[in-house]
Structures are given as C-alpha cells and as structure tokens.
C-alpha cells in the first residue's frame, strides 16, 4: 500500500474522497489527513510517505518555506502542491524550483478520481522525488528565466495598458462635454431666432412699423449676449488690445 499524507485545514474530506475514487479504481493507495502542520512534520520525521498532498498557504509560511523545510526532513518524497486559488505565476516558478512535481490551482475544481490517477502515477516513478525535481537541469533553469522574462513583460503590457485606458477615458470624457457645449449652444441659438423671429412678427402685426420691429429685435439680441457675457468679453479682449497698442 503507498502512504499520501493530506496536508490542509480541511484535509480529512479531502483524504476521504480520495480514498473513496482510489478503492472504486482498485489503486493500492491510502490517503491520511493531517490537518496541523506539527504533526505533519512529526509524522514525516517518524515515517516520510511516498507523496505529500500539501496546501499552499499556512499561518503565515508561503510555499517555498514549506518546501524548504520538508526538504531540510526529508528529500526522498514526492510533492503537490494545490490552491484554491487561481494559477499564480510567481507561486508556480517557488513549486518548480522547490522540487515540486506538480502545482493544482482551484481545489474545488478538480476531477478527484482523475487526481487519484494522477497521485499513483507520480508515486509509481522515480523521477518525481523532492530530491531530483529541485536540482533542475539547464533546460529547466532556461525555461525558468524565459517565464520571468515573459511575466516581466506582462506586467509592463498591463500597466501600459491601465494607462492607455485612462488616457481614452480622459478623453472620451473632454470629447463629452464638448459635444454637450456644443450642443446647449446649438439649442440656445434656435431658441433665440425663433424668439426673435416672434418678437419681430409681433411687433410688425401691432405697429406696422419694420424700424421699431428692428429696434426692438437688436435690443433683444443685445440683452441675451449681455446675459451670456460674450460683449463683455469682447470688449475685455479690445480693451486689453488698445492697452497694449498705447503702451
């Protein structure tokens, strides 16, 4: 029979399951959960398993401090290392330079008869021990240094992207509220002809006098420029004009 130690906080349904699948498979495996670290480490001293099912995270050790003190045990064991969260790159090149032989994000999505597959398979080979995985050879090494690389200039490409997203956003929004200036002007000179237009028609129709419609419609004009302040800033603008000609 090959020994699995489960190592999670919820290690005892997991180690159930997983014994469940293998002995519907008829694998000669046995899973044993360990749901405290110090007696994991205490049982890996005492009688080390053919393959740890190890969680991530615990109370504040991140993963190469877990494998680097399982390695400091024993390095004659193989090790998975799994998630629940989402593929971390950074925390999958720590699991290979670790000695890890596999890396499973999202717990809850794994096909756990496929798992117990899986978990024989890496038992049933050499190659897949803490000892050899975490003396990588040059290919592995290059490959390391090309996914740093590679994850170096993502990050670059995400941050120029939040840029460019920002600069659209800022511009969109100035194109906004020129279309909308744009438009309460082209609403306000319709308003006023037709204003003025009725204000003309009236007065020809009481008075019959087109000099008193005139009159009466340039006083008009002058007072919706006043309200809306453009004479006074052209006058600002002549004003700062003959100030600079007379100096």
Partial sequence: MTDVFVVD???????????????????????????????????????????????HHWHGLNVTDLLGRIAGITKNVRVIVFTGQELDIDELLECV???????????????????????????SSGVHMLETLSRPSASVVGLLKQTESAQRRVVSLESQLAAAKSQLANATGEENKEFRRRAVAAVEYILCTAALGSVYVMVIHYSGHPGWA?????????????????????????????AEITR
């Avoid at 469940?20 to 007696?39: G, N, V, W």
């Avoid at 330079?97 to 809850?108: E, F, H, L, S, V």
């Avoid at 756990?112 to 597959?117: D, F, N, P, T, V």
Wanted: glycine letters at 6%; aromatic letters at 12%; charged letters at 20%.
């Fill in 9 to 55: 906080e919820s290690a005892v349904e997991l180690a159930d399951a997983l014994n469940a699948h293998a002995k519907r498979d008829s694998q000669q495996t046995e899973y044993s959960p360990f749901t405290s670290l110090e007696l994991f480490f205490t049982q890996l001293a005492d009688n080390a398993p053919a393959l740890i099912l190890l969680h």
């Fill in 97 to 123: 330079r670790g000695g890890a032989c596999d890396y499973w994000p999202k717990r809850g999505s794994l096909d756990l008869l496929k798992a117990s597959r899986q978990i024989s398979m890496y038992c």
């Fill in 214 to 242: 005139l009159g009466l419609v340039a006083i008009c004009s002058l007072f919706f420029l006043f309200l809306h302040g453009r004479i006074g800033a052209a006058l600002f603008r002549w004003g700062s004009k003959s």
